[in-house]
């Protein structure tokens, strides 16, 4: 079955720390991939999206996020965390099927 | 930039009555749109995929005499649960796709939770 997989579910860090949250996918044929963040109170909002080319996705916020085919992953970076990067991040996937599918999400918890 | 607005954005309802939550697509015209429920703490879990004109697509497991999806127009999908139960209490989130059909360009609404008492 197809499927998302976020392994951290809470992360705590400190400011300025760097980030990397992973998740991984099922399938092995052609997908686009998202990651999205929903800071508290708020709807979901897109971070970055793969669909094809460099496999280094750059996206808002300083977030960026490497697809990496072989390992079915597609893990968020950052390098310097913000108190204001609280939030919780959800990688989800278009397995070509025009459906976007959600993996657990992780919360992210940075102290100031 | 596209936006989707949900209303309402908050319900409470007895045990037994209905509740009707509509999704428009303000800027855009949305030939798909997507519902999702959230539980607390937990992932969105696609219910279904509305098709403007069309049967909306259920997901295994989603009781579509439940979860009553209406998506008459380009700008308006509607979910109506019926006959609702505590058990139904939750987020419902809905998204639309700005690119044609598919999912790969979605804009989210602001969800709408529900309370069933």
């Known amino acids: 079955a197809q499927s998302v997989s976020q392994h951290n579910h809470h992360v705590i860090l400190s400011e300025a720390a760097s980030l990397e949250l992973g998740c991984n996918y099922s399938y092995g044929g052609t997908v686009n991939l998202f990651w999205y963040v929903q800071y508290p109170g708020q709807h979901l909002q897109l971070l970055l999206k793969y669909f094809s080319g460099d496999p280094l996705v750059k996206g808002i916020k300083g977030f960026e996020a490497e697809f990496i085919k072989s390992k079915f992953s597609f893990n968020l970076r950052k390098p310097s965390v913000q108190w204001s990067d609280t939030a919780e991040y959800f990688c989800a996937v278009n397995f070509n099927t025009g459906k976007l599918i959600f993996g657990q999400g992780t919360t992210l918890q940075v102290k100031p | 930039g596209a936006v989707v607005s949900q209303h309402p954005s908050w319900v409470i309802c007895k045990s037994g009555t209905s509740v009707k939550i509509e999704c428009r697509s303000l800027d855009f015209q949305a030939t798909t749109m997507f519902w999702y429920r959230q539980f607390p703490k937990q992932s969105l879990m696609l219910m279904a995929t509305?098709?403007?004109?069309?049967?909306?697509?259920?997901e295994q497991g989603v009781e579509k005499d439940k979860f009553l999806i209406n998506h008459a127009s380009l700008t308006l999908s509607t979910l109506t649960v019926t006959s609702a139960h505590p058990e139904d209490s939750s987020f419902y989130i809905c998204?639309?796709?700005?690119?044609?059909?598919?999912?790969?360009?979605?804009?989210f609404g602001a969800g709408s939770r529900l309370t069933v008492l």
């Open positions: 509305s098709n403007e004109g069309s049967k909306a697509t259920y």
């Open positions: 998204s639309a796709s700005t690119g044609g059909t598919g999912a790969n360009v979605l804009t």
